[in-house]
């Protein structure tokens, strides 16, 4: 059974570019969560997606942030106008159902120069 | 204050000794708590997972819930050069946002042989 996936592993941008990352989940799994992780800091929770649906979005920047789990295909997220604050790992996560336990994929290194 | 705190270390233990990890928060209304390891550049990996407060066993690994004081700690016994990792204390469950974990900034171990 394969982990969680996401790809790319390391992603450079420009400012100014798109950034996409995206996550396939564990089989049998169809909820999805993505955090970010800066420098010497902890992971920060950002958005909470089942198939099709947005279920908690509460650490999701306002802006240029966007995250979809589409009917078919991987979970994305989407950082629009990059910028170099951006610049941190990004970790997907899924789980069978709500409240269970969150399988971590191995993350997306972004970097924006 | 913040949500949860955690000693950042860096912790420096000798092979075969016992590691006393903790962590506290605030928020009486936690539901689960969680332990997971983070080798470097890697995704999180769980540890432990539990509702209650007591203990919890793994093998070398014990997880420790004190909701009255709102406290947790994780103990590795016979500690080993491969358990040097970042580990990282993570707790959910509110009623508000049921499935949002909130991570510790977690504490660096290294196991010295």
């Known amino acids: 059974n394969a982990g969680v996936m996401q790809n790319p592993r390391h992603l450079v941008r420009r400012r100014g570019q798109e950034a996409r990352l995206r996550c396939s989940p564990m089989?049998?799994?169809?909820?999805v969560y993505w955090y970010r992780q800066l420098p010497e800091e902890g992971l920060k929770f950002m958005v909470y997606?089942?198939?099709?649906?947005?279920?908690?979005e509460s650490g999701m920047p306002k802006e240029r942030f966007s995250a979809e789990f589409p009917k078919e295909g991987p979970s994305i997220l989407r950082i629009q106008q990059v910028v170099r604050g951006d610049s941190a790992a990004y970790f997907c996560?899924?789980?069978?159902?709500?409240?269970?336990?969150?399988?971590f994929g191995p993350g997306t290194r972004l970097l924006v120069l | 204050q913040k949500e949860v705190e955690q000693d950042p270390g860096p912790l420096s233990v000798p092979e075969g000794a016992i590691v006393s990890l903790n962590c506290t928060y605030s928020?009486?209304?936690?539901?689960?708590f969680m332990w997971y390891r983070q080798y470097s550049r890697k995704g999180p990996e769980l540890l432990m997972y539990?509702?209650?407060?007591g203990n919890k066993e793994d093998g070398r690994f014990t997880a420790q819930v004190d909701k009255s004081s709102k406290y947790i700690s994780l103990f590795i016994r016979d500690s080993q050069p491969s358990d040097s990792a970042t580990y990282l204390c993570?707790?959910?469950?509110?009623?508000?946002?049921?499935?949002?974990?909130?991570f510790g900034p977690g504490t660096s171990l290294s196991v010295i042989p």
């Open positions: 996560a899924s789980s069978p159902g709500r409240g269970e336990t969150q399988y």
């Open positions: 089989k049998g799994h169809s909820h």
């Open positions: 997606l089942q198939k099709e649906n947005i279920i908690d």
């Open positions: 928020n009486s209304a936690f539901q689960y």
């Open positions: 539990t509702y209650s407060s």
């Open positions: 993570a707790m959910g469950g509110l009623r508000t946002s049921y499935d949002k974990v909130i």
